[in-house]
């Protein structure tokens, strides 16, 4: 099975219904499917692209779980969550565009995302999960929005190429390991409204030379 396109009858993926499909390339989602389930595509190693329909309202967790193919994406913005282990490990993501409809990028949504050069997270994210961009080794630049109080643990652990980290104003805590192993992070400005920074945020920052800590 290489290429399938579901018919517009359909209005629900169920959950794993194509997971380990391993030749599958193509797939064609009519606009009547409003719902796809848990780990759907899951281990569809073949898979490189795919459009996902604007009726769709939630990407689930596990979707695109090592769908090591995937390049090319579009997120509608309908969407306004990015569950658990997402697109995990989806090696040769090259850029994605999260939309501004999207609150919520839950845990290792994008971990092991090692191709990603590019992300723009939207200011309507209250909520960055642990682990979310952990491995994106080609990251090479962040903006947090000022929606987000908290930088979970391990957020961006080794994102090797990181090199401009921006943090809002409105930040409060960064949490244990966030930043470590981040070994191109040159300097971290951290806002006077952050009251915590936990164990290893910056740990194997092997060429951070510059970080300005808040009295606070």
Do not use: H, M, Q, W
């Amino acid at each position: 099975l290489s290429s399938i396109e579901i018919p517009s009858s359909i209005t629900n993926i169920a959950d794993s219904v194509f997971s380990n499909c391993s030749s599958l390339e193509n797939v064609f989602i009519p606009s009547s499917v409003n719902s796809i389930g848990f780990n759907a595509f899951r281990e569809c190693s073949s898979l490189k692209s795919i459009e996902i329909p604007s009726s769709v309202t939630c990407i689930a967790d596990g979707t695109f779980y090592n769908c090591s193919s995937l390049k090319n994406i579009v997120i509608p913005s309908s969407v306004i969550r990015i569950g658990l282990n997402a697109f995990y490990n989806c090696s040769s993501l090259i850029s994605i565009k999260i939309p501004s409809s999207v609150t919520s990028i839950d845990e290792n949504a994008f971990n092991g995302c090692s191709s990603l050069t590019n992300i723009e997270i939207p200011s309507s994210l209250k909520s960055l999960g642990s682990y979310s961009f952990r491995g994106c080794t080609s990251l090479k630049s962040i903006e947090i929005p000022s929606s987000v109080k908290i930088i979970r643990p391990y957020s961006f652990r080794d994102c090797k190429s990181l090199k401009t980290v921006i943090l809002p104003s409105s930040l409060e805590s960064i949490e244990d390991s966030s930043f470590s192993g981040c070994s191109s992070l040159l300097s971290v400005e951290i806002p006077s409204s952050v009251t915590s920074i936990g164990n290893n945020a910056f740990n194997e920052c092997t060429l951070l030379i510059s970080i300005n800590i808040p009295p606070s």
